[in-house]
């Protein structure tokens, strides 16, 4: 089935360890999204990228980096996890630039103890 | 980007109508109006979309007065299955030459039995 795919969907780590998390779409869209979101809150964009091999910041960029080699994938690290970064985070792509074509994958829910 | 307000939460039963209404008081001349639903443990998904008057699809209806600046997403004959947060969001993630997409908190909508 056509969509947004995240890898892994859960996930527990230790204070300062590092992790990948994969987006990976299959609707050939230029547009991708990192979204974090908290309890009780909102989404809050953390990287974009608007193709392939270009990447941009969010609103909350600090101990996220991202890369975006393929069109289809885009990568979410973590270098040193930290509990703040404890959250679910959402990938997310669009095919244009309006507000009605996002999908967004079903989410990573990560643990940082 | 405009500024959207919503309620914070909602209650209904089943089998009513639910109507959420969206304060945009700010909205640009060519600016878009966008729901969009999210299920616990899930990513949001696109419910509708419009830019004046009615709009109904399958799922929902849009409607939006002439001065647009407020909308009312009209959900028919609610279930149970309708209980989900509910985005407004309106206007050119793109217009500040970055993109910037505020989805909020929604409202929380829950169907009782």
């Known amino acids: 089935n056509a969509g947004v795919t995240q890898t892994p969907k859960f996930r527990v780590l230790k204070t300062g360890q590092s992790m990948t998390l994969l987006c990976a779409q299959d609707?050939?869209?230029?547009?991708m999204y990192w979204y974090r979101q908290d309890p009780g809150m909102g989404l809050r964009l953390i990287h974009y990228s608007v193709g392939e091999g270009t990447t941009a910041k969010g609103e909350v960029p600090d101990g996220y980096n991202v890369s975006r080699l393929k069109k289809q994938n885009f990568l979410l690290g973590l270098e040193s996890a930290a509990p703040s970064q404890t959250s679910v985070y959402f990938c997310a792509s669009s095919y244009d630039r309006t507000g009605g074509g996002y999908t967004f994958g079903s989410g990573t829910r990560l643990t940082v103890v | 980007l405009a500024k959207t307000t919503q309620p914070i939460s909602m209650d209904s039963y089943e089998g009513q109508e639910v109507n959420i209404t969206c304060s945009h008081n700010n909205i640009a001349t060519n600016d878009y109006i966008t729901w969009y639903q999210q299920f616990p443990s899930q990513g949001p998904r696109f419910i509708i979309q419009g830019y004046k008057t009615k709009v109904t699809n399958e799922v929902a209806s849009l409607f939006i007065p002439a001065d647009r600046k407020s909308s009312t997403l009209s959900l028919p004959r609610v279930s149970l299955s309708d209980t989900a947060v509910y985005y407004c969001l309106v206007g050119d993630p793109w217009a500040s030459g970055t993109y910037k997409y505020i989805f909020g908190t929604g409202t929380r909508l829950k169907v009782l039995a």
């Open positions: 609707m050939n869209h230029e547009y």
